[in-house]
């Protein structure tokens, strides 16, 4: 079994220096596979059959995207609606059973927004409870999310600092 598999999720990854920069840093690790959705599926058609297939190959499971509107991309999250398919990940089936999931994502404003009495009024956890209760329902461990806050006021040695960090956190799943 392969370790782990890291699905990029961004509509205009060419575009995200923040994403971009992650990204890359995680193909250093020769236990990371790789995988935009974009570039796989340009057309919003996810192959389900070929996605559930990759899964079955990794142990560790990290979704990686930037925060849009609160939410995943929309491309990452028809990937989740094709691919944990009732049956197989849930619902009578534990496909993904015993695999950790953890989610790696960039955010626009600062830490100090993401809290009760910022700006977005929740937290990034209260954010990612979608995300934490699909893991729960197919029996995936839960890790804890990195998060490159604010990228839009980082310096280019906060974003090397943050790539190190982030490779730290890929390399503790392992």
């Not at 560790?60 to 049956?87: C, H, M």
């Not at 310096?155 to 982030?166: D, F, R, V």
Request: charged content about 20%; aromatic content about 12%; proline content about 4%.
């Amino acid at each position: 079994m392969k370790n782990t598999l890291l699905i990029y999720g961004h509509r205009n990854p060419d575009d995200s220096q923040f994403g971009k920069a992650l990204l890359q840093s995680a193909k250093t690790l020769t236990q990371v596979t790789t995988h935009t959705l974009i570039e796989q599926y340009p057309d919003f058609k996810i192959n389900g059959e070929r996605e559930r297939s990759l899964l079955l190959e990794h142990k560790n499971i990290v979704l990686q995207f930037p925060l849009y509107w609160y939410s995943t991309p929309a491309i990452l999250k028809e990937w989740i609606d094709e691919v944990f398919s009732r049956g197989w990940a849930y619902g009578g089936g534990s496909a993904l059973a015993g695999k950790n999931l953890m989610v790696a994502i960039t955010t626009g404003g600062p830490e100090k927004v993401y809290q009760h009495h910022g700006a977005n009024r929740f937290t990034i956890e209260e954010f990612l409870r979608p995300l934490e209760q699909t893991a729960y329902l197919c029996g995936m461990n839960w890790v804890k999310p990195f998060v490159m806050y604010g990228v839009r006021y980082l310096s280019e040695s906060e974003i090397q600092l943050s790539c190190e960090a982030y490779i730290q956190t890929l390399q503790e799943l392992l």
